[in-house]
């Protein structure tokens, strides 16, 4: 049973009206460890990715304290330790209405980016944001449909290393690049294990087909930027590569291991370290068509994994996003057609998500 669970939904339907993407219980570690064994540092209750203005994204934290013996400058100070540690932006602390907050608090909060609100305030604080918490057939805004995701792991063992890693590890990671690899990797690791006729199973392919949109949709916009119209398909392969490698010298370094690992003595540049990069490439192309709407993509591919977890059918909010971002359904589909394919995993996976996109695509179309 999650703890201050009545706060954290709350902040998930917040999430979700704002069409945020939200995390549910991310774990921390520390980045150089010294010992065997993990430690978590803390965790965050509910991490929000918003849409950048221009390009990426921005981050946003909620932390949920239900007790009544907080002290709401004290958890001010250690939120503002936490965004620093994960990249946010900033912090709504919601905290139980008996916790005594002053102006003073509040103001001093707001200078590093923190918000001190009450429990029975969220609400006033949805409509200022020009959001709601009353948010309805919506599974990512549903807590126990969570709960039953973060139990996936105790039920199969052989999946918690993808889902130790997309709770926790992904979200620590600062280059997109290297979290849209890894992944990848991540995912094709227990490729074995993964099994399509299980719901538990699709929502873990479309958990990681989330994370893979919400990459690439950082990474679309940063191309962009830097390309804006580029001469050549070998300039933008080229850029593209690079870039999901942090660097042409990092790139090069792999390309070095790649080719001795394998035993090729043939040029660098031949040798293929990313798994699809030409189908990859082509999936990017087709981002940058409109790459404000792969954040929306990567929420709605959140809402399709759930909604395969819960055996529902269609809900409203997959309906509203297919309705809103006219191309998010076409990049949930080639984005699956392509991670199905990069891990080798059974095309049942990918069919259930491209199917999905397409019934709402056509119902989209008829709701015009």
Known sequence: MLKDRAQKALALKLSISKRWLPQLEIEIEAETRLAKSKHMLTDIDVLAVAPGAIAGSSRLIFDCKSGARESAIGRAFWLYGVMRKSSAEHGFIILNEKVKITHDHRIS???????????????????????TTDVQDALTGDIDTWNKFLAIGGKYPATKEYLDFSRSRFWMIKDAGERCRKTVAKLRSIKSELDPSKAEHLAIFGDALCLFLLTISEMASRLYLILVRPS???????????????????????????????????????????????????????????????????????????????????????????????????????????????????????????????NLSMGALGRK
């Open 109 to 131: 909060a707001s200078d590093f980016g923190v918000s001190l609100v009450h429990e029975n305030e969220l609400d006033d604080l949805a409509q200022c944001l020009g959001g």
């Open 232 to 358: 050549s398909r070998e300039e933008f392969s080229a850029s593209l590569l690079a870039l999901l490698y942090g660097g042409y010298e990092n790139l090069e370094a792999a390309q070095k291991i790649r080719r001795i690992t394998a035993g090729d003595n043939g040029p660098v540049d031949s040798i293929s370290i990313f798994p699809e990069i030409e189908k990859f490439e082509q999936l990017i192309r087709e981002v940058l068509q409109a790459p404000n709407q792969v954040h929306v993509a990567s929420l709605l591919a959140r809402e399709m994994a759930f909604t395969a977890l819960a055996a529902t059918g269609v809900s409203k909010l997959q309906e509203q996003l297919a309705t809103e971002a006219s191309y998010a359904t076409k990049f949930v589909l080639l984005a699956s057609e392509y991670l199905a394919m990069a891990t080798r995993l059974p095309n049942e996976f990918k069919e259930y998500y491209s199917q999905s996109s397409l």
